[in-house]
Each structure stands twice: as structure tokens, then as C-alpha cells.
């Protein structure tokens, strides 16, 4: 059984650039949720999505952004991108039926923003 | 707003020693998350603490969650090098499964 997975494991980019990172869930959650990771700090929420809708919103600007898939994969947008981008993106998948009670963590995709 | 606030921030142990890392949140929460992370790598799920009075163990570390004072406790036992890593507490900010995460304490197990 795959776990969660996350691509790509590692992106530079340039400031004012756009990326998108992907993220699959683990077989059988149908929630993913993103947080941002900078260097020495706890993750923080950026949003939640479910049946192809974002539920939750972290204190996040506009130039992120996230989609669901039917197949409940998920990819997070981030427009205009920042020095502050710079961090490590990481996905959790959950299952609603299940009350969301163990979230599984992707591998992460580190982006560094020049 | 929910807070959550972990205590030390950073730990040096010997090995053999025991030691206890603090986790305090300032509102009602359904659940509080223990995860371990090592140098550059994801979470890795240690604890989910469901109640309150809620204990859990696995191997040389112990969870408890007391949710009338807010406060869960991961106890280390005989600490080992391969223990050394971060460690985050997190509880959910509603019954939707967002997370908020403390701020991490980072342990080294010295021999």
C-alpha cells in the first residue's frame, strides 16, 4: 500500500515565478490537507481540500492556491512567488469516514526561491 | 484562536536519562498529535491521543493528554542516540482536521 506521495522532492525557482506541487493521498483518504515548513519552524496550515473543495483556509495569501482531483489527488499553486516561499511543502491525507483522526504525511517538496 | 506551545525547545540528554517534553494549547481541542521528525525528512506519526486521561507507549516513549488543563506530555525513557530528532505536538483546530503545530523541540541524545 502506497503511502502518501509528493512531487517533485526538490524545485528552485525565481522570484515572480509560478509553481505547482502535487501530492496523492494514501489509498482510501479522500482529504488532503497542505502546510508550509520554514527552516526551524512547526508546519503550518494552508488549506484543506475535500470532494474537490477547499473547506479550510490557513492565513495564507491568494497566490496559493490548490485543486482536487476525482482520484482525490491534489496539486497546491503558488503565484508570484516570494523569497519567503522558500520552505518545505508538505501534504497530509486523511479520511473523513474515519473522522480525520491519523493524518499520514507526504515525503515533502522542498522549494527554494532565488 | 487555538495556540499550541511546546517546552524546551531544544533538549541535550544523556543516554539513560528520562526526560519530559511539554505541550500546552490555550482552547478546546479533539485531539492532540505527537510526530517526530528527523534532519530534512517528513512527519512521521508517533501518537494520536483521542481523550482525556488518554496514555499511549511505544518503546521508550510515552504520550498523555490531560484536556482540562490543556496539556499533553511525551515522556522519554532511557534515552537513546536514536531518539535524537524534532519533535512536534499538534491539535486540531476543529473537527475538519486542521492542525496547529508547536514550535518543535529538538532533542539530542548524547552517549
Given at each position: 500500500d502506497?503511502?502518501?506521495?509528493q512531487?517533485?522532492?526538490?524545485?528552485?525557482?525565481?522570484?515572480?515565478?509560478?509553481?505547482?506541487?502535487?501530492c496523492?493521498?494514501?489509498?482510501?483518504?479522500?482529504?488532503?490537507?497542505?502546510?508550509?515548513?520554514?527552516?526551524?519552524?512547526?508546519?503550518?496550515?494552508?488549506?484543506?481540500?475535500?470532494e474537490?473543495?477547499?473547506?479550510q483556509?490557513?492565513?495564507?495569501p491568494?497566490?496559493f492556491?490548490?485543486?482536487?482531483?476525482?482520484?482525490?489527488?491534489?496539486?497546491?499553486?503558488?503565484n508570484?512567488?516570494?523569497?519567503?516561499?522558500s520552505a518545505?511543502?508538505?501534504?497530509?491525507?486523511?479520511?473523513?469516514?474515519?473522522g480525520?483522526?491519523?493524518?499520514?504525511?507526504?515525503?515533502?517538496t522542498?522549494?527554494?526561491?532565488? | 484562536e487555538l495556540?499550541?506551545?511546546?517546552?524546551?525547545?531544544?533538549?541535550?540528554?544523556?543516554?539513560?536519562?528520562?526526560?519530559?517534553i511539554?505541550?500546552n494549547?490555550?482552547?478546546t481541542?479533539?485531539?492532540?498529535?505527537?510526530?517526530?521528525?528527523?534532519?530534512g525528512?517528513?512527519?512521521?506519526?508517533?501518537f494520536?491521543?483521542?481523550?482525556?486521561?488518554?496514555?499511549?507507549?511505544?518503546?521508550r516513549?510515552?504520550?498523555?493528554?490531560?484536556?482540562?488543563a490543556?496539556l499533553?506530555?511525551?515522556?522519554?525513557?532511557?534515552?537513546v542516540?536514536?531518539?535524537?530528532?524534532?519533535?512536534?505536538?499538534?491539535?486540531?483546530?476543529?473537527q475538519g482536521?486542521?492542525?496547529?503545530?508547536?514550535?518543535?523541540?529538538?532533542l539530542?541524545v548524547?552517549?
Amino acid at each position: 500500500d502506497a503511502g502518501v506521495t509528493q512531487s517533485p522532492t526538490h524545485l528552485i525557482k525565481t522570484r515572480g515565478q509560478q509553481v505547482t506541487l502535487r501530492c496523492s493521498p494514501k489509498s482510501g483518504h479522500d482529504t488532503v490537507s497542505w502546510y508550509q515548513q520554514a527552516l526551524g519552524q512547526g508546519p503550518q496550515f494552508i488549506f484543506q481540500y475535500y470532494e474537490e473543495e477547499e473547506r479550510q483556509r490557513g492565513n495564507f495569501p491568494d497566490r496559493f492556491s490548490g485543486h482536487q482531483f476525482p482520484n482525490y489527488s491534489s496539486e497546491l499553486n503558488v503565484n508570484a512567488l516570494l523569497l519567503g516561499d522558500s520552505a518545505l511543502y508538505l501534504c497530509a491525507s486523511s479520511s473523513r469516514s474515519a473522522g480525520r483522526e491519523t493524518q499520514y504525511f507526504g515525503p515533502g517538496t522542498r522549494l527554494l526561491v532565488l | 484562536e487555538l495556540k499550541v506551545e511546546q517546552n524546551p525547545l531544544f533538549l541535550s540528554m544523556q543516554e539513560g536519562k528520562n526526560y519530559t517534553i511539554y505541550c500546552n494549547y490555550s482552547t478546546t481541542s479533539d485531539r492532540l498529535y505527537w510526530y517526530r521528525q528527523d534532519p530534512g525528512k517528513s512527519l512521521e506519526s508517533l501518537f494520536v491521543l483521542l481523550s482525556n486521561g488518554a496514555v499511549k507507549q511505544e518503546g521508550r516513549l510515552m504520550a498523555s493528554l490531560d484536556t482540562k488543563a490543556r496539556l499533553s506530555t511525551l515522556h522519554i525513557t532511557a534515552a537513546v542516540h536514536d531518539l535524537s530528532a524534532t519533535y512536534f505536538c499538534a491539535a486540531v483546530y476543529n473537527q475538519g482536521g486542521k492542525l496547529i503545530f508547536g514550535q518543535g523541540t529538538e532533542l539530542s541524545v548524547k552517549p
